[in-house]
């Protein structure tokens, strides 16, 4: 049986016995869930309360919800803390990492300005495009099942994320270090580096050095910026994380 699962931001003691959706999440459920009066849906709100509700009224801008009753109170989280520092990439890639970095649990994405960038956003575009990976990230949320939702952090320079996360991991195919070689200490919580399309530029990964970063290499081969998130979420979490339960 499908489960048809959303967020609404909504306090919890705004949530009674019934409530009426308007707006985009009306034309969600409406067109593109394409559910029916008497279909049960699930939501979730910003606290991770999880609900079960019984669709009672379907009109042309609004849905009402009956028989709502709270199912799961506060998520389960991932027991890794990961926050992936991104370098920007074409629309498509970034959307996909965000996606990807969303249902393997990750804690936070911030987008990173870098000298290989190949989209350069403009100041005043910022909001809109956050906006949008925001909610690329909850819809990826939704449909996974967690109920926390990962943070989108503002736009930063590559300078500005190193000096706010000094305990950073870089993916550099040119680097001797494997993931088998963290720390200890970087096993829970951890900060991960990812170039966009064209990498790191020699003088960022000079920066690292620098700073005490670790370089971190994923196997033999150069992969896209886009494969990066689900292939190093999927081995931190098969070798310290949610994969050993």
């Not at 799961?72 to 890639?93: H, N």
């Not at 990492?97 to 911030?110: F, H, N, P, T």
């Amino acid at each position: 049986m499908r489960i048809s699962r959303i967020y609404l931001p909504l306090h919890d003691t705004l949530i009674s016995k019934s409530i009426v959706i308007e707006g985009e999440k009306a034309h969600y459920i409406r067109n593109v869930l394409r559910l029916k009066k008497g279909f049960i849906l699930y939501f979730f709100t910003p606290n991770g309360n999880q609900y079960q509700a019984s669709i009672k009224n379907i009109a042309k801008h609004e849905i009402t919800l009956d028989e709502i009753t709270l199912t799961e109170v506060q998520p389960q989280v991932s027991s890794l803390k990961t926050t992936i520092i991104q370098g920007i990439s074409s629309s498509d890639r970034m959307d996909y990492s965000i996606q990807k970095a969303a249902e393997l649990g990750c804690m936070k994405v911030v987008p990173m300005l870098s000298d290989f960038c190949s989209q350069k956003i403009p100041a005043h575009k910022h909001d809109k495009k956050l906006q949008h990976w925001q909610a690329v990230a909850i819809s990826a949320c939704e449909q996974s099942g967690r109920a926390d939702i990962m943070e989108i952090a503002p736009i930063q320079s590559l300078q500005s994320c190193v000096e706010q996360y000094r305990h950073g991991i870089y993916l550099e195919p040119t680097a001797t270090q494997t993931i088998h070689q963290l720390p200890e200490s970087l096993h829970s919580e951890h900060s991960f580096f990812i170039g966009p399309e064209g990498g790191f530029s020699p003088e960022e990964l000079i920066l690292f050095e620098q700073k005490g970063f670790i370089g971190i290499k994923l196997g033999q081969r150069v992969l896209r910026t886009e494969t990066v998130i689900p292939v190093i979420m999927g081995a931190m979490h098969t070798l310290f994380g949610d994969f050993r339960n």
